[in-house]
C-alpha cells in the first residue's frame, strides 16, 4: 500500500482519537491546527474531513466544523498487512529496550530493527529522527544511528520539565469557563477513576492507559504546539514505565488514583492552590516511581 495512504489511515485514526475528547456539537480547530495534531498536510486532513462527514460524525460546512458525535472503534481504519501504527512502534521499541536491557550507547541497526519491528525501513528512520529531537537517539557521525539510552539524568530533566509544563497547565485549567469540555472530560475521568478504583484487585493493570488519558486531558487546555510535542515523549516514557516495573504495581496504581482524584477535586473547586499541591505530589511520586523502574532494569 502506498506510503501516502498510510499517512492519510495514521492521521485519520488521530483525529478520531481528538474527536473522541470532545462533546458532541463542540467546534473542531482549524484546518492548519489539525495538521498540527496529525503531523500530515492540509491535503491529508481534508481528505480526513471528508470521511468523518461521510460518517456522521462531524458536519463540515467551510470553515466550521462541528463534531456531531463521538467516534466509536467501528469508526477507525485499521492499518494493513500487519503494519502497527506509531504508537505501537514506540511501544515495541521500549519493551525491545527493556527486553534486552540495551544499554546506552549502543550502535541501533535499522534494517534489522524494521526486520524486527516489521516496519519499512523509511518509518524506523522517521520514528528515531523524531526520539533524537528530545535527545534519546543520536545519529552517528559514520552513518546510523546510536542510542543514547534513558538515564537517570534523562529522567531526571524529564520528569522536571514536565512538571513546569504540567502545573502551568492545571492554574489554566482553574480558570477555563463553565462551558469549557474539559470539565465534562475531568467527570468523565473521575467516574472511571472510580469504577477502577473498585476493580483495582483484579484490573489494576489497566491504569497506565488511564493515567496516559487523565495527563492528557489536563495538558489539552493549553493549546501550545510545543506542549503537543513533548507530550509524545511523555507517553512515550512515563506512561510504559507502568509497564516496567512490577513491583508492588496494585499499590502503587492504587495510590495514583487517589492523587488523580485529589487533583480533580481540587480542579472542580476552583481551588488552584489545592490544585496546584495535589498535582505537585503527584508528580513527585510519578518521577520516584519512574526513578524506581529505571533501577529495576537496571536502566539508570
Same mark, same amino acid.
Given at each position: ?8 489511515? &495514521? ?12 462533546? =458532541? ?45 463521538? =467516534?466509536?472503534?467501528?469508526?477507525? %481504519? ?18 525491545? %529496550?527493556?527486553?534486552?536491557?540495551? =544499554? ?15 516496519? =519499512?525501513?523509511?518509518?524506523? #528512520? ?64 473521575? +467516574? ?12 489494576? $493493570? ?8 487523565? $495527563? ?24 510504559? $514505565?507502568?509497564?516496567? &516495573? ?8 492504587? +495510590? ?25 505530589? $503527584?508528580?513527585?511520586?510519578? #518521577? *520516584? *516511581? ?11
Amino acid at each position: 500500500m502506498a506510503r501516502t495512504d498510510m499517512r492519510y489511515r &495514521d492521521a485519520y485514526n488521530v483525529l478520531l482519537d481528538f474527536c473522541a475528547e470532545l462533546e =458532541p456539537e463542540a467546534r473542531l480547530p482549524a484546518e492548519s491546527r489539525l495538521c498540527e495534531i496529525a503531523g500530515v498536510s492540509r491535503t491529508v486532513v481534508r481528505r480526513c474531513l471528508g470521511r468523518l462527514k461521510e460518517r456522521g460524525i462531524i458536519a463540515w460546512e467551510g470553515r466550521d466544523k462541528r463534531l456531531l458525535r463521538r =467516534p466509536a472503534e467501528a469508526d477507525r %481504519i485499521a492499518r494493513p498487512d500487519g503494519l502497527q501504527g506509531s504508537a505501537d512502534l514506540e511501544q515495541r521499541f521500549l519493551e525491545w %529496550i527493556l527486553k534486552f536491557d540495551v =544499554p546506552a550507547n549502543t550502535p541501533l541497526s535499522v534494517a534489522e530493527l524494521a526486520r524486527s519491528f516489521e516496519v =519499512p525501513q523509511h518509518e524506523l #528512520k522517521e520514528f528515531l529522527a523524531g526520539l533524537s529531537r528530545f535527545g534519546l537517539v543520536a545519529r552517528r557521525r559514520q552513518g546510523g544511528w546510536m542510542l543514547l539510552g534513558f538515564t537517570r539524568g534523562f529522567a531526571v530533566e524529564l520528569s522536571d520539565f514536565r512538571a513546569v509544563l504540567e502545573l502551568d497547565a492545571v492554574r489554566h485549567l482553574v480558570e477555563a469557563p463553565v462551558d469549557h469540555p474539559i470539565w465534562a472530560r475531568l467527570e468523565a475521568l473521575r +467516574a472511571e477513576h472510580l469504577t477502577l478504583k473498585a476493580r483495582i484487585e483484579t484490573d489494576f $493493570h489497566a491504569f497506565s492507559k488511564l493515567d496516559e488519558a487523565f $495527563h492528557a486531558a489536563l495538558n489539552s487546555v493549553v493549546k501550545n504546539r510545543f506542549v503537543a510535542e513533548f507530550q509524545k515523549v511523555v507517553s512515550l516514557i512515563f506512561h510504559y $514505565h507502568y509497564l516496567w &516495573d512490577k513491583t508492588h504495581e496494585k499499590d502503587r496504581n492504587e +495510590a495514583a488514583i487517589g492523587e488523580h482524584l485529589a487533583i480533580i477535586d481540587a480542579l472542580e473547586a476552583r481551588d488552584e492552590e489545592a490544585a496546584v499541591a495535589a498535582a505537585r505530589r $503527584h508528580l513527585k511520586t510519578s #518521577k *520516584t *516511581t519512574l526513578l524506581s523502574s529505571l533501577r529495576y532494569h537496571d536502566l539508570a
